[in-house]
């Protein structure tokens, strides 16, 4: 039986290639999965190692250790050291090219060389107080030897000439300064600012421990070793790997689902098309066991291959990825677990969806090698019930799910959603005939006709070529949704909280904007009414401290659930459904002498965060805990937005730290992430819809072997090999589109129940499917088809008409 196997693997390498195209596709997401979760960790120790590179010593300040000039230079003096370097990052606005203030950090220039977490990259590092540096990246838009304007933390106008830039090999997420100038300057832009940290570096001779040692005896500060130091600043800014590592795995387990079912319809088809073969080896004395086993061990071979392919592939998929992404160091760790996870995944699912054909070999009667082929097995009434009560399955949980509390209901949707999706992979069987049949009678043509009799054949086998692409695209199409859903909901809430055309921000979120600046903003030709919202760390007594916001005017208006918001006074608060929640007070009640007259849902945005609760401006002295305000902003109602920006800009300009955003450029601020991550889903599920259309290729070039002397006799009767290709595309296209009907029907409907699910819990979504984006999705579909169907029309057509029609 092993020569037997080998034979036959040797025989049929074609007809097994694209099964192992399937299974490479889902090991590559698999094993760039783990890579690209891998870098990650790479890329991090990397950051550390060098912003803790020639580090022997670190001190740290904390609550009860400030870091001076004078604890430097009692660093300095100290035994065994050999240089000594205080750091401290401030924040300082730099007007963009665009003349806009974005807000970056700044460092003062290390005099050690070797203590310096950043490398020259172009000119020279700054020597005076009138110089700058600026990192490699932020850079851009800036030439060598241009003033760069720099304010200070009261909005002060510093111009500074640009004489270089630097680089570092990653951040990974440490929050490196973008802007190096010269210690004096760095006490210009914030001259109350103290060390966050002094790093030593020790003589030669002097260890670590030892130096670590003598500045803690001596100095009485909290001093660690260099190791110790790279240890903890890994620990503090350590990412998530778990949860990237579970969003990539969600996907990849949707590649090795669609994989297998591919993989499954391939070997149904070769057990089908083997059926004589097989029963002839049982003849001869092949038992059950070693039936199983060869079909089995030809799976185990593919997947293994497969995993190798997939490994490698996973591989170049993690860098090109992290090339796109503009990362200037390219992490391609290839761990055992990587190994070991592609190989195990690769095989294993191979082989478990290679099992029941390999079982259906079994049932093949040895006198079947006397017999014509058996005829197509039609869908019956079992399947049917399955249909209905997976149906009934999904209605009754989609009904509770909406009657059902949030937490209750999020779990009934994901029920009815799988139950949805289980039932129109197991209708496929019954639909396939007269949608085919449909669509044959809608394209014209006799290719058309004859496509649509080949898909309706054997209805099973067209399904399952289909079932692969309905789950990717209902993925893309569920998510798709969703996300434009989430979109549209955040601003029309938007659009209903914000009475203003324009909010005004500081560039730096802690310092407050100046008091006077809406009655500044007040006096502008066009300007109908000013509003201002300050957030604050409030006092509510016996219920805790939270944040809450200020507010002066009336252009402040969020969603109320209860109660009445026309207008907030002194001695009421309005809370919002979260601090409800949490507290349990209601309209009514009172908190620190303080009327709760509403219970609101707001939408968190740039300039309009309302926070747990909502006072008048006059409140905020009483309730303070800190004395300070921060993320404060005025908002701007005018009467026409496009001509009296010019004036509010120029009102503006005596602010430096003032930004101003208009409506739309807040909601374009708050889709960017969004449509980030969305385009990210595109991509990782793109490669589930790339592994069913080899899927679909693969059935059409199994069929193709399948009706060798079918398409020869059409040969003969005079269709020519482009009619006889075109017949093939027809074919694709039909089972791409009820693929991709039902994939969308499945996805938009989801998408449904979880906008209804989460509206009874107040978030800002609404149902609104984007169908440009979900056309857009449909028509690359439909332009893959052809594509899928390509080789299996030249082979089609490459074929002998004598040797088709001879027999076997």
Known sequence: MLRTVLAGLKARPLRLLLSAVAVTLGVTFVSGSFVLTDAVGAGLRDAVAFETRDVDASIRANRGTTLDDTTLMKVRQMPG??????????????????????????????TDEGLRPYDLAEGRFPQGSGEIAMERNSAEGFTLGTTVTVLDETGGRHPLTLVGTFSRPTDAGLGGA???????TLRRLSPATTFGEIV???????????????????????????????????????????????FFTGFAVLAMVVAAMVITNSFTILVTQRARELALLRCVGAGKRQIFGSVLAEAAVVGAVASVAGLFGGLGVAAALQAVAGQETVYVPLTARTMAAASAIGILVTALAAAIPAWAATRVAPVEALRSPAGVTRAGRLRVIVVVLLLAAAVGSGTLALRSSVDDGAGFAMVAMVALLGATLAAGPLIVGPAVRTLGRLVPGRAAELGALNAGRDPKRTAASAAALTIGLA???????????????????????????????SVIMMRPLPATLADTLAAVPGVTATATRRSFSGDLGEYGSFQLTAISGELLHPTVRSGSLDRLGPGEIAISKDLAGQTGLAVGDTVRSLRVVAVYDAVDAPGVDLGFALVDVTEQRRLDLTGESYDGSVLVKVTDPDGTRPALEHALSATPLATLNSVDEIKEQEATPLQDTLNLMWALTALAVLIAFAGIANTLSLSVLERTRESALLRALGL???????????????VTVLGAACGLSVGIASAWLITEVALGSGEAI?????????????????????????????RAGRG?????????
Do not use: C, H, M
Request: proline share 7%; net charge positive.
């Open 800 to 808: 002998s008409i004598v040797a088709g029609l001879s027999p076997e």
């Open 766 to 794: 609404a149902f609104a499917p984007p169908w440009g984006r979900l056309g857009v999705l449909v028509a690359a579909a439909l332009v893959a088809a052809p594509l899928a169907a390509l080789v299996p029309a030249r």
């Open 720 to 734: 020519t090999r482009g009619g006889l290709g075109a017949a093939l595309t027809a074919e694709s296209v039909f």
């Open 200 to 246: 030593v570096r020790a003589a030669p001779g002097v260890g670590q421990a030892r130096l670590a040692a003598d500045l803690k005896k001596a100095l009485g500060v909290p001093a660690i070793t260099g190791r110790e130091a790279a240890a903890r600043l890994l620990a503090e800014t350590a990412p998530n790997t778990t949860g990237l590592a579970k």
């Open 178 to 184: 973008n802007l190096v100038v010269s210690q004096e």
């Open 475 to 505: 993925v893309v199409a569920l998510a798709t949704t969703v996300a434009a859903g989430v979109e549209v909901g955040r601003s029309r809430g938007l659009d209903e909280q914000l009475a203003a055309d324009f909010t005004v921000t």
């Open 81 to 110: 050291v050999a240089a000594a370097e205080g750091r401290a990052t401030v924040s300082a606005p730099v007007y963009g090219p665009d003349g806009r203030p974005r807000d970056v950090a700044a460092t003062a220039l290390s």
